[in-house]
DNA sequence: TATTGTTATACTCTATAACTATA
DNA sequence: TATAGTTATAGAGTATAACAATA
């Protein structure tokens, strides 16, 4: 076990403080291509399953629907995203990905592989996996 | 593996998101008590480590030294620390837990333990325990 | 000159409230 | 009435710049 009161770094309060320090971290990174860690989380995930509502697409990302205008405005005005109209119902507007912005992803997530071997530095290799993996689990369960 | 393209959900990009809903999650349960994450993680370190100055606090904890005076200033107004002088060094105070700091430390975090198992749903018993591992290893890799 | 602690300020992320339009 | 999208605003958390006191 530990040679320290386990209950004081529960997994609560470490995976909120290492959250906090990842998420500097890929900030930076981020930036380095001009570009949010929120913008790079809309990228992904209509990478992933593609054209989305903005009420879905705000769900997918653990983000509030209000808080993601901004971030689409943002991506659209950068032609990375097109906000279309749905034909068979008024209110919503479906958020796609350009090809300017697939490409954008592609890019990113590849230059994005290298930078983080520093931030693990303290895992093996297999560790590293195993902690994907049940990050992976763990961010599933809470976004659907 | 992953019927998904694994580079797309990269840990640092895993860890950035999911830490920021463990940090709300977080947040609100420290809200309950009246406690910020700041000012918890503060008495966290104090309380393993014994006084600190407070830049080693910071550092302690992976947050700006200047972003601390205000955190440090609301726990000593409600005499949950105590900063002294140092009389061998009179550019340092002296951070260090009072006894109602250190009573309130041990309530909080038998609290939290009780706390975190929604957030940890997915995952059984043995893999929080690998992940609470692998969380701890790489969070000390970043404060020393 | 370097270090400790501090203040002021700005920027990002998130949350609260209220609104428009469509269903 | 419920839902999709939007705006305005306020609050944390963090970062940049500059400063006083001490080493």
Redesign the pocket.
């Known amino acids: 076990m530990s040679d320290r009161p386990a209950y004081e770094r529960g997994t609560g309060f470490l995976l909120s403080r290492l959250g906090?320090?990842a998420?500097?971290s890929w900030?930076?990174f981020l930036a380095e291509h001009e570009v949010?860690?929120?913008?790079y989380a809309v990228l992904v995930v209509l990478n992933e399953q593609g054209p989305l509502?903005?009420?879905?697409?705000?769900r997918s990302i653990?983000?509030?629907?209000?808080?993601?205008?901004?971030?689409?405005?943002s991506l659209s005005e950068r032609g990375l995203v097109g906000?279309a109209a749905?034909p068979?119902?008024?209110?919503?507007?479906?958020?796609s990905l350009t090809p300017a912005g697939k490409s954008l992803v592609d890019d990113l997530a590849t230059a994005a592989a290298r930078g983080q071997d520093d931030f693990l530095r303290a895992l093996g290799t297999r560790d590293r996996d195993r902690f994907t993996d049940l990050l992976r689990r763990v961010y599933d369960s809470h976004t659907g």
């Open positions: 906090s320090l998420a500097r900030a930076a949010s860690p929120g913008q509502g903005q009420v879905s697409l705000a653990a983000v509030d629907a209000r808080n993601l205008v901004a971030v689409l405005d906000r749905d068979a119902d008024g209110r919503r507007r479906v958020v």
